[in-house]
């Protein structure tokens, strides 16, 4: 029996295949099996453990995206992998080098980074909701009707279907970092109802989708905002704590409530108590990827899916704890 072509020698062939053919039918198809191909490789980058390459490898996957896109602009599995990507590299990537701009006072240039990258993830979320027959305007309008957004979702779209799924909650996760650097615009504030019931609509159908994604936006949304404009800081508290206990090796669970709670709090007693716990990140970090011959992974990293999370709360950490002594001056 012939061995199974590699997934690279595939690939190369549909791209030969897109280069030399002059034939639209052929050029559609094979741009639907790169689609496919491409949507579920995507997987693969939740593995990634280095930041710094995660950084550097992702921009040119999301321009070979938007090329095939570009193609066939209807392409489901291409809109959710352009979704995902746009969202993931401005939430790992952007979001994580403005933190360090607001807390060094250099700008806010990585800040406008990641409101673009994010535009264009609901730029493309939004096509892909287009082509199941549903609006921004009918999602806005679902939310104040009776039924709400979460019954408009499911009569529209298939929560047992995990692209389906994927894409509404990597959408919801771009509304939500989009109004969360607006926040002091009200008209966009006023758009987070959307993001929420999209959340409600995911976690209803996968309450562990991404390793505990949904309790902390929750745990977020009620954190992030004073009550003055709908938060609840005491029960946001309160779902973060059962967050870290229920997702003990996450570690963005606890970077993201020692960035959402403790440090706006400025309370320095809870700093150095969850500090106990991130200081040994980065010797886990190499223990992980230092090659050993009969090396146990460490157990923060038994589930590989957690790898790039692991990474951008490791990178978070180093960014805040060059500026510790100037957050609690």
Known sequence: MKPIMPKLQQLALILALLT??????????????????????????????????????????LKFMEGLHYVEPNNQDLLVSLVKGYTGYAYGVSETLALEEKLSDKGRRFHQQALAQYSRAIKYALAYLSEEGLSYKKLQRAVRSDGGLPNLLENHLDSDDQRDRELVAFAAQAFAGYINL???EMSIIAQLPVAKAMFDWVCEAEPEINYGACDIFFAVYEAGRPKSLGGNPEKGEKLFMQALEK???????????????????????????????????????????????????????????????????????EIIKNYEDKIFE
Not at 20 to 31: N, P, Y
Not at 276 to 298: I, Q, S, T, V
């Open 182 to 184: 607006r926040r002091d």
């Open 20 to 61: 030399l053919s002059a034939c639209g039918g052929l050029q559609k198809a094979a741009v639907t099996t790169t689609g496919a191909l491409i949507y579920d490789a995507s997987k693969e980058i939740e593995t990634e453990t280095n930041w710094e390459f995660f950084k550097q490898a992702v921009p040119a996957n």
């Open 247 to 317: 997702y003990p090796h996450n570690w963005l669970v606890r970077l993201t409530y020692v960035q959402y709670v403790v440090l706006p709090q400025k309370n320095k007693e809870s700093y150095k108590k969850q500090k106990a716990y991130m200081k040994d990140w980065p010797e886990l970090m190499k223990k992980n990827e230092n090659w050993k011959p009969f090396g146990e992974k460490p157990k923060d990293f038994e589930v590989e899916g957690l790898g790039v999370y692991q990474s951008l709360a490791l990178k978070r950490y």
